[in-house]
């Protein structure tokens, strides 16, 4: 069964700074994806970036992106220029694709605040 | 286009009473999740919907859980005889066919007393 972890329960940034929030994982697959998804206090889980295990690019989508290093089963977020709304809850997930079921595993989440 | 929606919002429920919870997917999306959030033990899959396909129901807690697909569009949570520990959020989620993006839905929060 593959488990994801996230080490950091509660992260704090000010405005306009990078923070960094990390993600490993565990698994035995060579084929699979990841997933940062946010959650703001509204309950709305809304995908940040997604990262197939073997594209060796990092992804990029504006603000966000990610560090993959395949070898180490890393995959932390990098923010950029954090904002008020980018205060949310940040899961980290893991996708093993070909069983029949792409359900998702998830970390136990990173409590991000941006302080102004 | 609409996204995910579920009904009800909230629901508290007194232990011992069956509750259904309610998901309309994004229409032409074949693929649909329930995942449970809770304190104690964080995001948990639940049940996988895919077209007309058998479910994968490994993720149900006990048989007091079911669900059920009809028509490959929206989807009926099930819990019998609520007990405690089945206070949570429950979230659904929809996807195109594969290992694509899961769109989420904002959640019932289910309260036993």
């Known amino acids: 069964a593959q488990t994801v972890t996230q080490s950091q329960p509660e992260m704090s940034v000010q405005e306009a700074e990078t923070v960094t929030l990390s993600c490993t994982y565990d698994?035995?697959?060579?084929?699979?994806?990841l997933f940062w998804y946010k959650q703001p206090p509204s309950r709305q889980m809304i995908l940040v970036i997604r990262?197939?295990?073997?594209?060796?690019q990092n992804a990029t989508e504006n603000r966000f992106s990610v560090n993959f290093q395949k070898a180490a089963k890393s995959f932390s977020l990098k923010i950029s220029d954090s904002q008020l709304g980018d205060t949310a809850m940040y899961f980290c997930?893991?996708?093993?694709?070909?069983?029949?079921?792409?359900?998702?595993?998830f970390g136990k989440g990173t409590k991000l605040s941006v302080i102004p | 286009g609409a996204g995910v929606s579920q009904s009800p919002s909230n629901k508290v429920t007194e232990k011992g009473k069956d509750v259904e919870l309610r998901c309309d997917p994004i229409?032409?999306?074949?693929?649909l999740y329930w995942y449970r959030q809770s304190l104690g033990q964080g995001l948990e899959f639940l049940i996988y919907?895919?077209?007309?396909?058998?479910?994968?129901k490994s993720g149900l807690p006990s048989d007091r859980f079911s669900a059920e697909r009809t028509g490959g569009s929206v989807s009926t949570l099930t819990i019998q005889r609520t007990q405690q520990e089945d206070s949570a959020v429950y979230l659904c989620?929809?996807?195109?066919?594969?290992?694509?993006?899961?769109?989420f839905g904002p959640g019932t929060r289910l309260t036993v007393l």
């Open positions: 229409s032409g999306h074949t693929a």
């Open positions: 990262q197939e295990a073997y594209k060796q």
């Open positions: 989620a929809s996807s195109p066919r594969g290992p694509r993006e899961q769109f």
């Open positions: 997930a893991f996708m093993k694709p070909g069983a029949g079921s792409y359900q998702l595993t």
């Open positions: 919907f895919q077209g007309n396909s058998a479910p994968d």
């Open positions: 698994t035995s697959e060579s084929n699979y994806y």
